[in-house]
């Protein structure tokens, strides 16, 4: 019998693991937006997270303001773009020009998305790829091609997970298994929807590591402070809000009131996820970020320590921004 090796007799050696931190913008739509979203950029920059994602609209509608935005993130801030990319409406030719591009740019994280089904109910490009699964797939053959351009920083590769079941899922059991799959042909790390009870990202976590998935599953967590956000999300996802929320928002006398409610209950809806073992935390901060920077000043989030010159580098971009 083989001795125990170093690692199994120091199960600790790196300690407890930092919890990451996250936000979700998406390409502006005016110069006035943009000028905005740049105002939330400096604040969220000054957090110092692990990376930031930049969305990608349906069949690649604004791939040009995306890709203009992860640019300027590369180019002008200390932030990690997260690309997201679907597939839907994509022939593995196009997606593979897109993938090459973006790290040419120097993406090393891309979140492989299905995408939304055309609304007209049209057929799609013939060739185009149906599934995330397959996207994936696709991303690690390009990765592979580009292996010795690769070697100071391969690619992390996420995909969507479902606390809830998905609109278009025959059931819960269904969605796990989806997600086993994208993980069998590559996917290194999960980003939840939205979800709104405090058990269900704690639920989806047992379903999912009885199912076979080892991947981390990031929850993603949105500021519960707009009755009008809710109620669309809700329509949109499919994931009843919670009513007694709406309720207590919907009746508050003040802004500062709803505020107050909401950020209390996401703080409870992070920290719920957190206490179920969560190794991260994702903001969906709909390129705003004064409630997301409450949410997080209420959170005790043990963060990794950087260097004095990283710091150094995001106070000197606050001070040339302002």
């Known amino acids: 019998m083989s001795p125990p090796s170093l690692i199994e007799t120091h199960p600790n050696l790196s300690g407890t693991a930092p919890v990451a931190l996250s936000y979700e913008l998406f ?100 060739g185009s790829l149906r599934y995330a699964q397959d996207l994936i797939e696709l991303i690690r053959r390009v990765e592979q091609r580009r292996s010795a351009l690769l070697c100071a920083g391969k690619v992390a590769v996420g995909v969507a997970a479902y606390p809830t079941k998905h609109p278009e899922s025959p059931s819960e059991a269904h969605d796990i298994e989806v997600l086993l799959a994208k993980q069998r042909s590559g996917a290194d790390f999960a980003i939840t929807q939205v979800f709104f009870r405090t058990e269900q990202y704690a639920d989806l976590i047992t379903r999912a590591r009885r199912a076979g998935v080892t991947i981390p599953i990031v929850p993603g967590v949105m500021p519960l402070t707009s009755v009008r956000r809710l109620k669309r999300l809700g329509e949109l996802t499919g994931v009843e809000p919670v009513p007694e929320l709406l309720e207590q928002l919907a009746s508050a006398d003040t802004e500062a009131e709803r505020l107050r409610i909401g950020v209390r209950a996401t703080v409870d809806l992070a920290n719920a996820a957190l206490d179920a073992g969560a190794p991260g935390l994702h903001l969906y901060t709909f390129n705003e970020h ?14 990794p320590a950087r260097s004095i010159s990283r710091l150094n580098a995001i106070a000197r971009r606050q001070v040339l921004a302002s």
């Open 290 to 303: 004064a409630h997301a920077l409450e949410v997080l000043d209420k959170l005790a989030l043990p963060r």
């Open 27 to 126: 390409p502006p739509r005016s110069p006035k937006a943009a000028e905005s979203l740049w105002t939330t950029i400096g604040e969220l920059e000054a957090t110092d997270p692990d990376y930031v994602s930049v969305t990608y609209g349906a069949s690649g509608s604004n791939r040009d303001t995306a890709v203009e935005l992860i640019n300027r993130l590369l180019l002008e801030t200390t932030l990690r773009p997260l690309a997201h990319l679907t597939c839907v409406g994509n022939t593995p030719q196009e997606l593979a020009e897109i993938i090459g591009e973006l790290l040419d740019h120097g993406v090393r994280g891309i979140l492989a998305l299905r995408g939304d089904q055309p609304k007209d109910g049209g057929e799609q490009a013939k």
